[in-house]
């Protein structure tokens, strides 16, 4: 497996030792590694043109496929309100939080985060906008043509002890300053809430992997860069791209828009997009990411 020691702005690297386990204990002791799987899902959301892949087909299959690759924790995109209550109904086993990211509440798409109820401690949860003031309830970022959010959860790993941050997110599709201000934006906040902790950010980009805004979150040079978990993994699989309009694209035209990264401590043991169909109908009209990391 390739380990990755990836560095932490130099305030957080102080506190990982207490972060990453319970007690305090320093980095390196010998409780036992936190191993993890964690999805990102762009679910679609629930358009009544999308005919016979819309959610009513969709949603058994979905809930099913988080099921089957017993995910730890999973990063959603594009639900509404409705369709997250399906996923609550169909996956009793998991917490799930997040709003609406129009009002704050229930009105539009959640970036909701589900994590498995019985393995985690919640100790803090969150949702922001991706704006210039990203503690207002549906503000609109910059040049972004949509009110974009991240939610965000420090939970804690019953099993190892080690506490982490799951943060999930969709940046905008249309606006340039909006992307690159919405990473500036999940640096600093990340900084702030991780409490240096292992950081894993979950989403859908809107950027492909050659793209200015994945080179500005991976740069080597900036203390607060996170990695593509992808470009670590001891095994990759599926295909190279993510996004596929429900098959529509021809393979040359299919990007890689949705991502797991890194920050921290840990081993990426395997990614993978799962391009799986049944009866030639997809899960969504993008591919779930599915990544195993061992947070030591």
Not at 2 to 11: F, G, M, R, V
Not at 75 to 102: F, S
Not at 126 to 134: C, D, I, M, V
């Amino acid at each position: 497996m390739k380990k990755i020691a990836i560095a932490l702005a130099a305030t957080a690297t102080v506190m990982l030792g207490a972060c990453g386990n319970n007690g305090g204990t320093a980095t390196g002791s010998t409780a036992d590694d936190c191993r993890l799987n964690v999805m990102s899902f762009n679910i679609r959301y629930d358009n009544p043109d999308d005919s016979l892949d819309n959610w009513k087909y969709r949603k058994d299959r979905a809930a099913k496929a988080i099921r089957f690759y017993d995910a730890d924790i999973v990063g959603t995109q594009e639900v509404l309100k409705n369709q997250l209550d399906d996923l609550k109904e169909r996956l009793p086993q998991y917490t799930a939080i997040g709003v609406g990211r129009d009002d704050g509440e229930e009105d539009g798409e959640y970036n909701a985060l589900l994590f498995k109820t019985e393995r985690f401690d919640s100790l803090e949860t969150g949702t922001f906008w991706l704006s210039e003031t990203p503690d207002v309830p549906g503000s609109l970022g910059w040049d972004g043509a949509c009110k974009r959010v991240a939610t965000w959860a420090r939970l804690r790993d019953r099993e190892s002890g080690k506490t982490l941050l799951a943060v999930n997110t969709h940046l905008d599709h249309v606006g340039v300053t909006a992307r690159r201000e919405g990473i500036n934006l999940l640096f600093n906040k990340i900084n702030e809430l991780g409490q240096g902790c292992p950081v894993i950010l979950t989403g859908d980009f809107n950027s492909t992997p050659d793209s200015d805004v994945v080179a500005h979150i991976t740069d080597s040079t900036n203390p607060n860069h996170l990695t593509d978990s992808r470009s670590v993994a001891s095994v990759v699989y599926g295909p190279e791209w993510s996004w596929h309009d429900f098959g529509k694209l021809p393979y040359d035209r299919r990007p890689l828009i949705d991502y797991v990264f890194v920050r921290g401590d840990m081993e990426v043991e395997r990614y993978g997009v799962l391009a799986e169909t049944e009866n030639e109908a997809f899960l969504s009209d993008h591919s779930p990411v599915l990544v195993t990391v061992d947070i030591n």
